[in-house]
């Protein structure tokens, strides 16, 4: 069992920069891939980011060049730095950690980008 816990979501203007962090505890030394999430209401949940087990970083295209995903291992934190943020990523972030096939999720942290 995982438990995530998400911080850092808020109202940021068009061009600013946010910071997600997800407090990762439990069984934290099962992680393979962490992963960040989004949705907006009425819409499916897409991938953003995801740090795979070998170390591996991927981007979904719209975010590629502006976002930022890390983890820090000392502090069983993962990070998502948003900089340069457009109305477009105005969502609800997820993270998100695959141990042995099960998916973890942390609550969700609302992102407001006004333009």
């Known amino acids: 069992q995982v438990q995530l816990v998400e911080s850092g979501g808020g109202l940021v203007q068009a061009g600013g920069s946010l910071k997600l962090s997800c407090r990762l505890s439990g069984d934290v030394a099962g992680i393979g891939s962490m992963r960040w999430h989004r949705q907006v209401p009425g819409q499916q949940r897409e991938w953003v980011a995801i740090?795979?087990?070998?170390?591996?970083?991927l981007y979904a295209d719209p975010v590629n060049g502006r976002f930022t995903i890390s983890r820090d291992h000392a502090e069983n934190t993962m990070y998502l730095q948003m900089n340069n943020l457009k109305p477009e990523d105005t969502a609800v972030y997820y993270c998100?950690?695959?141990?042995?096939?099960?998916?973890?999720w942390g609550q969700g942290a609302q992102v407001t980008v006004s333009s």
């Open positions: 740090i795979a087990r070998d170390g591996t970083i």
């Open positions: 998100n950690v695959v141990v042995d096939r099960e998916n973890y």
